[in-house]
């Protein structure tokens, strides 16, 4: 006999494992919807008066947390920050499926296209060090970018579609490599350290990748379907797929890994280790960790020196 939803009896077609659940897509949606909700008030992420970015990819993740944030949250003041990487064969069609959302939502949006703004692509950073590891300079591209635009936006926070997996693989590879900063730094709301630094929140922090998909497939949310080029064989893949396996022995293994993390490791860590301060990065301005911050250090690397 085919599986009922346990919270209404109809038939089931998706099984939580870490919950022991069954569930049908309609109770599946409203699940999924208050578990975000929870997240955001358990660690107090959005406020009267917030005005929140959300950077969207295109991606199901941060599609879903765009078109869930908007369904929980009517009365915030909500914005969606696209980036186009100018990946070729990938970036056009993760800003194709953003319009399509933004459009569908009917959300106030803007895109920041690294080719015109900058005039440089991350296909360039194919021929410096980066070589084929392009998932690093990306990422602090990306950061940076999303920070400034919610600064100079005026808005209090920047939301970003990161997700249990996701949070499971970084945590996991800081622990291999004791990099005691990066796990300071890694929780649900990162407040505000400069200011010219915007609080960043992650409402997606207790779903996982397989329910975000699940949520955006179910609320029929477009989102891109081809696979970053540059990431390809990369290792946070491999380590999700790890991951995975584990938790497919140990039930609520990822669950567990991130709760214990937060709550018992992460308020020690806080006390033994203060994050340093920040200083103006001499070139652009921005708060930064060095003389020059990571961001325009890369970016002349494309550019070459000035
Ligand atoms: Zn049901
Ligand atoms: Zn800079």
């Not at 369904?71 to 499926?97: M, R, T, W």
């Not at 300079?137 to 635009?149: D, E, H, V």
């Amino acid at each position: 006999m085919a599986p009922r939803c346990n919270h209404c009896g109809a038939s089931a077609e998706i099984y939580l494992d870490y919950a022991r659940l069954n569930l049908c897509p309609a109770c599946f949606k409203k699940f999924f919807e208050k578990k975000v909700k929870s997240t955001v008030s358990k660690y107090g992420m959005i406020k009267p008066g917030d005005k929140v970015l959300v950077a969207a990819s295109g991606g199901k993740d941060s599609s879903a947390l765009l078109f869930a944030l908007k369904q929980l949250y009517p009365d915030v003041e909500l914005k969606a920050l696209h980036i186009n990487l100018g990946i070729f064969g990938y970036s056009d069609e993760c800003e194709q499926k953003f319009r399509e959302l933004v459009e569908d939502l009917g959300v106030d949006f803007v895109v920041f296209d690294l080719r015109e703004e900058l005039g440089i692509s991350m296909d360039d950073f194919r021929r410096t060090v980066y070589r084929r590891r392009l998932c690093s300079p990306c990422g602090t591209i990306k950061r940076y970018l999303m920070n400034k635009l919610a600064y100079e936006g005026g808005f209090t926070k920047l939301a970003t579609g990161h997700n249990l997996d996701d949070v499971a693989e970084v945590l996991l590879n800081n622990y291999l490599h004791g990099k005691v900063e990066q796990l300071v730094r890694l929780k649900p709301v990162l407040p505000s350290i400069h200011p010219k630094s915007v609080a960043k929140i992650k409402p997606l922090w207790e779903t996982t990748e397989m329910e975000d998909l699940l949520y955006a497939s179910y609320q029929g949310i477009p989102f891109r379907t081809v696979e970053c080029p540059l990431s390809a064989g990369t290792r946070s893949l491999r380590w999700k797929r790890l991951i995975n396996d584990v938790a497919g022995k140990v039930r609520g293994f990822k669950h567990t890994f991130v709760k214990s993390h937060v709550n018992k490791v992460l308020p020690l860590l806080e006390r033994s280790t203060p994050l340093p301060p920040l200083v103006e990065c001499k070139s652009c301005g921005m708060p930064s960790s060095s003389e020059t911050c990571a961001f325009c250090r890369r970016i002349q690397l494309v550019r070459g020196p000035a």
